[in-house]
């Protein structure tokens, strides 16, 4: 079954509309620059974004960033968009219901069960979608300095992630999708104070190392 998504470009071509149709197990990826905007609506059908799920009839506002719609069953100006059925999404979904077997089976067992770490630049916590889902709570972890995705840039950083990021926004893009004062989710950040390692070393592999036992405390103490 074939549905439409419609993408318009309210920022330059007011009222420009552009109909997508997704097939099963293909994504419409598009990026937008930050001078640009660009509306998204699923108009019949079911899609997700790195497995936040989009409600049928809304829409979605995205400006400065790289995003893909993903349809299991189909659905469906940007400065890149096009569709795609070579899509790493399948793997992702299938690598994630292996984990929760697992963890599943040593819970069965009276056991503590794996936990597994994600580690690479492009890895942020929009894709713990499907762990959210099933009721788990990722912890991301920053170690570069020069981002600044959870606080501000020059620290080492580590959040729990409890909910579902925001389709529209990411993480840590606005002051409204970081964790707030008080919350639990407030992150835990060390202050290095320079924009990469080099700058100083063993500052940076102390801190590194008290942010891990940090986490590791916190994984003891927390099933989920």
Known sequence: MQNPLKTSKPAQDEGATKEWV??????FRFEVDYS????????????????????????YEFSGRKVAVFS??????CSVEYQANETPMTS??????????????AQDRGE?????????????????GYALRQGRQPIFVSLDTN??????????TATSITHI??????????????ASMGSSTMPLAYYFGHPGPAENVKLYKILMSRLAHAVRC???????
């Open 22 to 27: 997704l097939d099963p197990e293909h994504e």
């Open 36 to 59: 640009a905007t660009v509306k998204i609506k699923l108009t019949k059908g079911t899609a997700e974004i790195f497995g936040t799920e989009l409600a049928t009839g809304m829409s």
């Open 72 to 77: 299991w069953h189909g659905c469906g100006k």
């Open 92 to 105: 992702y979904l299938n690598t994630h219901l292996a984990i929760e077997q697992m963890r599943q089976d």
């Open 112 to 128: 503590q069960g794996p936990r597994f770490g994600v580690a690479g630049y492009d890895h942020r916590p929009e894709r713990c």
């Open 147 to 156: 981002e600044g995705s959870i606080t501000m840039p020059g620290t080492l």
């Open 165 to 178: 990021i925001d389709v529209e926004e990411g993480f840590g893009s606005s002051a409204t999708t970081a």
């Open 218 to 224: 916190r994984m003891a103490e927390d099933e989920e």
